[in-house]
């Protein structure tokens, strides 16, 4: 059995780059990232019998047989109106009317068009 | 000046007199309401329901309110009281307008789905000290104020990802650490901030992140970036990058733009793909420029942030914490 300790395995060095480890039924996990941009991201389930302690999972699904202890374990649908250098980093840019609008404001000057002042947050999905 | 006690397994009356009747919650004693010159000593773990919201503050008078976490037994020996945002609250730390003068000191905040400490941009004048904001959904910390002074404080494991995030100007960490954060470590926007003997390590690996993003007149000083894209970006006037150790980094250095007047000398530059780059053709000036491996106190030789208790970066201190004012720290740095 091996422990990893504080390891950050987040975004592209797992999406993109692949698993820098091999990790083996038994193995721990433990202070390390694992969190991704997008909800969804699922670590296979052939890597059976992990115990993640204390990580990292935002919008990582990990293995139906992981043991889960002290983690944050969340999905996220992050807003790019409000992170927009996440476009850089490979999230799709948000409209300005987005799923992420909690609040809007309409405000009207003269006899103008209406100018919307939009409120957004990351949603929990 | 009063003294306050919080314990989220005490069963007494709640009044938060002494432990056996402490406060379950740090809000029920900040809603007390504690005042300048007050001390809330907590204890034990505090599961969150709804983020705890602060917006009191010290002064220059009677000083700062103070929250400091505490071991079972009541005593301040560098445990820290722990905020466990569940996975269900926001934020787990808002600090709202006037707090400013607040202090804490061994506490620990984790799993909230957005910051662990989200201040206001005018919570200013506060102290963090031995406080850890990990495994956060967007930064350790996010923005706040100006003039607040994070000593031995630790930014990790943050999915959105800073460590700290923009914070503004005239900010200070000294023997602070910024790892495993999904981007940037420290991610400094205002000017004039100053980091003393911090570490960034092992955050974000695209091109866009950084150990250390400094921006004008500031200072980082005695400190280490390990394992980045870019150990240190210097992106607006007048930075000083001095006996700093910039290593296993795509980039050790980078200035960034054309106004750039670095000032950098006595730095390692270790096994970097590039040790300096100039995007800008600022000014720089450069002295003791130095690229072997001096961490001789390292007993792995990897230059790596590894183990936490060795010699890894030559900053392991010789630090007794007493909690009262009296630590003795000895900086054991090495060449």
Request: glycine share 12%; proline share 3%; charged share 20%.
């Amino acid at each position: 059995m091996a422990i990893f300790k504080r390891k950050n395995f987040s975004r592209d060095i797992i999406a993109a780059l692949g698993w820098p480890i091999d990790p083996k039924p038994g193995d721990v996990f433990e202070d390390c990232n694992f969190s991704q941009l997008t909800p969804g991201f699922k670590i296979p389930d052939t890597f059976t019998g992990l115990t993640f302690r204390r990580c990292n999972l935002v919008n990582v699904l990990p293995p139906g047989d992981a043991i889960i202890q002290e983690s944050l374990v969340v999905q996220i649908s992050r807003c790019t109106n409000l992170r927009p250098d996440l476009i850089d980093k490979g999230l799709t840019p948000c409209e300005e009317n987005c799923e992420h609008v909690v609040d809007v404001d309409e405000i009207q000057v003269d006899d103008g068009d209406p100018i919307f002042i939009y409120q957004y947050e990351d949603k929990r999905v | 000046m009063a003294t306050y006690y919080v314990d989220p397994a005490a069963t007494g009356t709640g009044s938060g007199a002494d432990w056996t009747n402490a406060f379950t919650t740090l809000a029920a004693a900040i809603a007390k309401p504690v005042a300048a010159g007050d001390t809330v000593y907590a204890r034990g773990t505090e599961t969150l329901s709804s983020g705890i919201i602060i917006n009191v503050g010290g002064d220059t008078t009677s000083g700062f309110i103070k929250f400091i976490g505490c071991n079972a037994s009541g005593n301040v020996d560098g445990t820290t009281y722990k905020i466990d945002g569940n996975s269900a609250v926001t934020d787990g730390l808002i600090l709202q307008t006037n707090a400013k003068y607040t202090w804490w000191e061994n506490i620990e905040v984790y799993n909230c789905n957005a910051h662990g400490v989200n201040p206001g941009t005018l919570a200013s004048w506060n102290v963090w000290y031995n406080f850890i904001s990990r495994n956060n959904g967007n930064s350790g910390w996010n923005t706040g104020g100006t003039y607040n002074f994070w000593f031995y404080c630790r930014g990790t494991n943050n999915a959105g990802g800073y460590g700290w995030n923009n914070p503004p100007a005239n900010n200070f960490w000294i023997g602070c650490v910024a790892a495993n954060n999904a981007d940037t470590g420290y991610l400094v926007v205002g000017a004039g901030g100053v980091f003393i003997e911090s570490i960034a390590a092992d955050n974000g690996a695209t091109s866009l992140d950084q150990g250390f993003r400094a921006d004008a007149r500031g200072l980082i000083f005695g400190c280490v970036a390990d394992n980045e894209y870019t150990g240190v970006t210097v992106n607006d006037l007048l930075y000083f990058v001095m006996r700093t150790r910039m290593t296993n980094c795509t980039e050790g250095l980078t200035f960034n733009s054309s106004g750039d007047v670095g000032v950098y000398g006595f730095n390692l530059f270790h096994n970097n793909t590039s040790d300096v780059v100039d995007n800008g053709a600022g000014t720089q000036i450069m002295r003791n420029y130095a690229t072997a491996d001096s961490n001789k106190y390292d007993p792995d030789s990897d230059d790596g942030y590894n183990n936490a208790s060795n010699e890894d970066f030559n900053l392991k201190r010789n630090r007794t914490y007493n909690g009262d004012g009296s630590d003795t720290i000895g900086l054991g740095i090495g060449t």
